[in-house]
């Protein structure tokens, strides 16, 4: 089986890579070039801790062939810090003490990032909504909701 | 297993891709075909893609609007001329899922999903779509009939009338998971009113039967009657009539005879 050339941006680097034919994005962002970050949970599309940023957009990379995103960009969660720093979200996730065991939590903070990128002070309502995709089997959620808006509230007033 | 990708600029190429291997099958979104590849599907061993424009186009200016099999519920959310839409394609997944999934799509996604296609069949959508012999017109009903057979044609857009008050279009998905969940049972209908009195019903099930289904038996108890408690309570008991519910996760087929009624009564008389 002959090999796809492909090449799109990686959390602002550009990439090459060959994939088979049917690869989903997951595994070429895991596999082929070592960005850990967005897990493999159920690959139905119900879980949402593989969610990737396509040109900005929340898109679920288990479900996303990874062909169609030449020449586009990709954020993985790996993008998110700025050098040593951790991004807002990243720091109220942390504070707020919204991941447990951790699975779901790349897949979250890709989400609120999908919504603060989009509308920086969201309502609980907004919030909710922005991550009814994604599953966390720990936490009850309430202390993910509360560290988005944590870090929408703390951005507003920088 | 790796699985051959082909990808076409225009959409009748893809279909005539499509309609001369049995093992090919059309990648829209994502969100059905992914899926059955991660699960091991060795059934398909092509995959069809077009990039094509006409795919994602929106007409939604006049009485009549056509969304490309491409367009995405995202899309659709954000387009305020299809208001009439907002509520289908909100209930549909997470936001995720509405950046990927399709209105083409959703025409073959199986129970407990499929509930954009509620929404279409209660509007007597038709579905454009293009097989080996070129391309025609099928109204929605006739569609989902045959949905076993559609497998090597290429729906290229869907096109309905938009209804003429919101309050002639109703739409209501039930789901234990808010606010995303699969359905246990979706309503939708459509109630033309004609000087007082309803003409031309509609009413369509997801997830009573093996496809979406019309509700005949509700839709001639409304029909050429005004919406009042006494249509409302006998196009309610008339709900279950014809439909073949199974039994899921979700809910049990007894279950879901036994409150599609209920919800087609609040739906007609307006309640949340």
Redesign the interface.
Same mark, same amino acid.
């Given at each position: 089986?002959t090999k796809?050339p492909l090449q799109f941006r990686h959390n602002g680097r550009d990439v090459a890579i060959f994939v088979?034919?049917?690869?989903?994005l997951l595994v070429a962002l895991r596999e082929l070039i070592g960005d850990m970050t967005p897990k493999f949970g159920c690959?139905?599309?119900g879980c949402?801790t593989c969610?990737v940023l396509v040109d900005g957009?929340?898109?679920?990379s288990?479900?996303?062939?990874a062909?169609?995103v030449a020449g586009r960009s990709v954020e993985t969660l790996d993008g998110m810090k700025q050098g040593p720093n951790l991004h807002p979200l990243q720091r109220a996730f942390a504070d707020s003490f919204a991941a447990q065991c951790g699975y779901c939590t790349p897949g979250m903070l890709m989400?609120a990032k999908?919504?603060l990128d989009r509308n920086p002070s969201p309502s609980r309502a907004d919030v909710?909504?922005?991550?009814?995709?994604?599953i966390c089997r720990c936490t009850g959620y309430e202390p993910i909701i509360n560290a988005i808006l944590a870090a929408a509230g703390g951005r507003a007033s920088a | 297993?790796?699985?051959? &990708?082909k990808?076409f600029t225009n959409a009748s190429e893809a279909a005539g891709a499509l309609s001369s291997d049995r093992s090919a099958r059309y990648?829209g979104?994502?969100?059905l075909v992914?899926?059955a590849?991660?699960?091991g599907d060795v059934s398909i061993s092509t995959?069809v893609?077009a990039q094509d424009q006409a795919l994602t186009r929106i007409d939604a200016s006049g009485p009549r609007i056509t969304l490309g099999a491409g367009v995405t519920f995202?899309r659709v959310l954000a387009e305020r001329d299809l208001a009439f839409l907002h509520a289908p394609a909100r209930s549909i997944?997470?936001?995720? &899922?509405r950046?990927?999934g399709t209105v083409g799509g959703n025409l073959f996604a199986p129970n407990p999903y499929g509930d954009f296609t509620v929404a279409l069949l209660a509007l007597d959508a038709t579905i454009a779509v293009q097989g080996g012999f070129g391309s025609r017109d099928i109204p929605i009903e006739e569609f989902l009939q045959g949905r076993e057979r559609q497998a090597g044609t290429l729906v290229l857009s869907v096109s309905c009338t938009r209804p003429a008050s919101s309050e002639a279009f109703r739409y209501r998905k039930i789901a234990r998971i808010k606010?995303?969940g699969g359905s246990v049972i979706t309503l939708a209908a459509h109630l033309p009113v004609s000087g007082g009195r309803i003409a031309g019903a509609r009413i369509a099930l997801g997830s009573m039967a093996p496809t979406q289904i019309r509700a005949r038996a509700a839709e001639r108890a409304l029909e050429g009657r005004s919406l009042d408690a006494a249509t409302i309570a006998a196009a309610a008991s008339a709900a279950t009539e014809g439909t073949s519910p199974s039994d899921n996760a979700l809910g049990s087929a007894w279950y879901r005879r036994e409150i599609v009624g209920v919800h087609l009564r609040r739906l007609l008389s307006g309640q949340e």
């Open positions: 089986m796809t088979d034919g049917g690869t989903n690959g139905q599309g949402g969610s957009e929340l898109h679920l288990c479900l996303t062939l062909e169609t989400a999908a919504l909710i909504e922005a991550i009814s995709g994604n | 297993m790796a699985v051959t &990708v990808t990648l979104g994502g969100t992914m899926r590849l991660n699960e995959i893609r995202a997944g997470g936001p995720a &899922v950046n990927m606010p995303k």
